[in-house]
């Protein structure tokens, strides 16, 4: 592999098959540990909060120095976060965990999308996105169904009592150090990468003030903040709501793999949808059906229904992402493409750490039908403002006025 793209896919494929393996894992350790619903919510928001504070920075400092120094740093992050839970026994060391591994993602998924969004070959930048998008989502549908069968030889009594996962700790702690590996070779062995763009090295006035004037990078905010605070909920209340209906967690972890697969099967399809269909008409169709599979989950039992409605919300999840980073690679110049990045990752962390509290808060109350419902209001809200931005377009094409740019098709 002497490419620097394929070098990328595995530290990203490594990264986010840990992520989504550790998921449902710290789910099952606080439980473990004896957290309560809320305590739950709090566990799912810390890996939202650090790198929320971070994530506008950590961005400013790419679009200055470059983007493989960052990308090793959260490789690395991850891999010896990793270690540390593997000896967790209190709660508190379980919540710091989450937000460190949390700060890791942040870090190399950042560099990883302004790595694409600076290749010198822009023609390739969709195809390069939806082949990025395509390996997280494979990865979303292996590593929790992967995890479930892990965990299940791990668990002993009630609500997770009595585990021994040291052995799946070391698992997951291997396959981070392939990606520190592979982070590592792009920093010495870059390749084309070591053309560097010209920006580099120098101060962007305004990028901050510049990317969130853009109405389309406002709009990826919103659609970023909905469907990511959805997809963790998802992931991180599955179990709770198979303790509570004495769903094994193989089964739990086959249910969170019916979703990621949805999401690898709708992105094969992803360029020649944007070919025929522009972003706005995707984004709006993808919402509503995510939020009403979604919205239906808490209340089915009958597990071939509770299979179809997690692949249907799949399938509308899947392509909200890769359609909202090209949305915002080709909406801003490329000196401050890095900070776009950032502030799409900073929303996408504000609807991770705030909706899990609120929602683990309405749990606590309503039980777990809420962390459910709740994100399915949040993704039919924000479908109903792609619409009206699609509406909106509509109106400027019949009044003579400049129409959706290109890069937004």
């Known amino acids: 592999m002497s490419g620097w793209f394929p070098r990328l896919l595995v530290v990203t494929a490594t990264t986010m098959i840990v992520v989504f393996m550790l998921r449902p894992l710290l789910t099952y350790q606080a439980l473990a540990v004896g957290a309560s619903t809320a305590q739950l919510g709090l566990v799912v928001a810390s890996f939202s909060v650090v790198s929320l504070a971070a994530s506008i920075p950590i961005g400013r400092g790419i679009d200055r120095r470059g983007e493989r120094g960052y990308l090793l740093v959260g490789a690395a992050l991850i891999a010896l976060t990793v270690l540390l839970l593997a000896a967790a026994s209190e709660l508190w060391v379980i919540v710091v965990g989450s937000a460190a591994i949390g700060l890791g993602q942040l870090l190399a998924m950042i560099a990883c999308q302004t790595i694409i969004a600076n290749g010198r070959d822009e023609v390739r930048r969709d195809a390069r996105f939806a082949t990025f998008t395509l390996v997280t989502s494979s990865t979303q549908f292996a590593a929790p169904a992967i995890a479930g069968f892990l965990i299940a030889d ?166 909200c992402q890769p359609i909202a980073i090209g949305w915002v690679a080709g909406a801003v110049r490329p000196e401050v493409r890095g900070t776009a990045m950032s502030v799409r990752m900073a929303g996408n962390r504000l609807g991770q750490t705030l909706v899990p509290l609120g929602v683990a808060a309405l749990a606590g109350a309503a039980g777990v039908a809420a962390a459910f419902v709740g994100p399915a209001a949040l993704l039919l809200g924000a479908g109903g403002l792609v619409f009206w931005a699609r509406a909106e377009e509509n109106r400027n094409v019949v009044s003579g006025e400049p129409a959706v740019p290109p890069e937004e098709r």
Not at 282 to 295: E, F, G, K
């Open 154 to 319: 791990s668990v002993g009594g009630e609500r997770g009592s009595g585990m021994n996962l040291t052995g799946v700790y070391l698992l997951i702690a291997t396959v981070a150090f392939v990606g520190v590996a592979a982070a590592g070779t792009l920093l010495w062995r870059p390749g084309a990468l070591s053309v560097r763009p010209q920006h580099f090295g120098k101060a962007a006035p305004g990028a901050i003030r510049e990317v969130v004037g853009e109405r389309s990078v406002v709009v990826a905010l919103v659609v970023g903040f909905a469907v990511l605070s959805a997809a963790d909920l998802l992931v991180a209340f599955m179990p709770a709501y198979g303790e509570e209906n004495g769903v094994a967690p193989q089964i739990v972890g086959m249910l969170i793999a019916a979703h990621g697969l949805a999401s690898v099967v709708v992105r094969i399809f992803l360029m020649p949808l944007l070919r025929r269909y522009t972003r706005r008409a995707l984004l709006t169709v993808c919402l509503v059906l995510a939020a009403l599979s979604l919205a239906w989950v808490p209340f089915v039992t009958w597990m071939p229904g509770l299979f179809l409605l997690m692949f249907l919300s799949g399938a509308g999840i899947g392509l």
